[in-house]
């Protein structure tokens, strides 16, 4: 499968009163993180999603995450993030989160192809998963997304 | 069990470019949700953590949902947490959030009672839950938050 | 003018390590502000950029805001919001945030009426402000918003 | 002057429903700003403030900020960030962001060097900014983060 680590600073406002990351920041970075593995994969959702006015993106259906270790401000952390499995209308997605080699987080989630609903378009329909998609996110590759700091 | 039904309105900046909820609010909200139903317990989580140097709040340990319809901006939905379970150093929560009769999220945390662990105090140990927080939390009430408008 | 007070409750997710509100949810709450206003004035954001296509809302063109005071975690704050300038397609906003009688921040805003650029759809244009905008927003009336409790 | 300038991909939850970046991102990222270029100067706030129990960081005091235009999922922004005063207590700063060379947001802030009122430790006082980060900051020197891919 294609995978991807980006590399993410923890930053001060990702932090809470216990000085630690505030755990809804793991779920906004793994939104990030499948966006990043769709576009490293030639994928953008956004111009997808402007282009073709029924298409509704990849909605979240069902997710569990596991914590096992806190991250601090100024940690500079890895999302790995990858398919983990190919439904007709749905995939799952594997992230991991690491510091250093620890892993702080892992999570699963279940998400579908989504376009508007025919018969009501405010309300979403699944439908297959473009083969194209599957096969560049199938490809046996890893991307990696890393921080550089020069200085002049 | 003690449970807390508070209403929470769908704002412009919680919504993304598909116009709906981001996943990632309905996690910040159970965060909001759980020190809610603490507060109106009689245990606000801010000054207990202030007060006493080595209290780390309830961290999450583990966590699962299900989204099964979207919310967008200018609903008013409602947020249902209770605990589930109470174990010696951890418990576990339910949270629902509803849009009129439609349930859009359902989600379970397991969280743990938290203190610097005396070894590192970077790192956390899960110690018993105390006595008093299960009476408060384990009352049979419910406590609704509602958002009233009035003109003047 | 018309004039908005709403009570938001300080979260422990609107903190940050320094234990005080992250300065930039009070720019999210003026967000919000702005979309209640108009809401409460009959006028809601959401169905009129979704029902004209070309409509932008009401960008942020120009800010400035003054810091006062800290809030913390449990703090019941009140944001005060209302025009303060009509221009023919711009307009100013105050924004103020309380706690007890002590003002925490103090802002102004000035916003365009913006719609899609007819040469240009990425782009902007600002139009004249709608005059039943500025008729429903310069009355002389108070709204307030408070989060009401009840136990059963 | 110490100027830094960062990368930042423009991610889905960043943007609202008017599909382009919500306005408090900026901000967000202002803060971000601060803290990398006091990290890169080789001051990281995170330790500096948990080895001083009385040092409470550099609180915004004012700000201003003026918005151009507007970015968009997937853009590639770069983030500007320089001290343009100092003060004895209080210092600014000047951000700007730009998209390839068009300018999205310019903005001012004034911050203070605090340190816990000895007479009340829950407000503030302003302190004389340290010599060593005055110096530090005012380098003629530019630091670049940028992001980069590499497929394997």
Do not use: P, W, Y
């Given at each position: 499968?294609?995978?991807?680590?980006?590399?993410?600073?923890v930053e001060w406002g990702?932090?809470?009163p216990a000085r630690i990351v505030y755990n809804p920041n793991f779920y906004d970075w793994m939104e990030g993180g499948l966006?990043?593995?769709f576009a490293a994969a030639g994928f953008d959702m956004a111009p997808m999603i402007a282009k073709d006015a029924d298409f509704r993106g990849t909605p979240l259906v069902r997710g569990?995450?596991?914590f096992m270790a806190p991250a601090r401000v100024g940690d500079l952390i890895v999302h790995h993030v990858e398919v983990s499995r190919w439904?007709?209308?749905?995939f799952d997605l594997h992230h991991r989160?690491?510091?250093?080699?620890?892993?702080?987080?892992?999570?699963?989630?279940t998400r579908v192809w989504a376009r508007a609903n025919p018969d009501n378009p405010q309300s979403l329909a699944a439908v297959p998963v473009p083969d194209a998609i599957k096969v560049a996110l199938s490809e046996d590759k890893h991307i990696r997304q890393t921080i550089h700091q020069e200085t002049r």
């Open positions: 499968m294609l995978r991807l680590s980006r590399e993410i600073r990702h932090c809470d966006l990043a593995l569990d995450a596991s439904g007709t209308k749905s989160f690491t510091l250093n080699d620890a892993t702080l987080v892992e999570a699963n989630q």
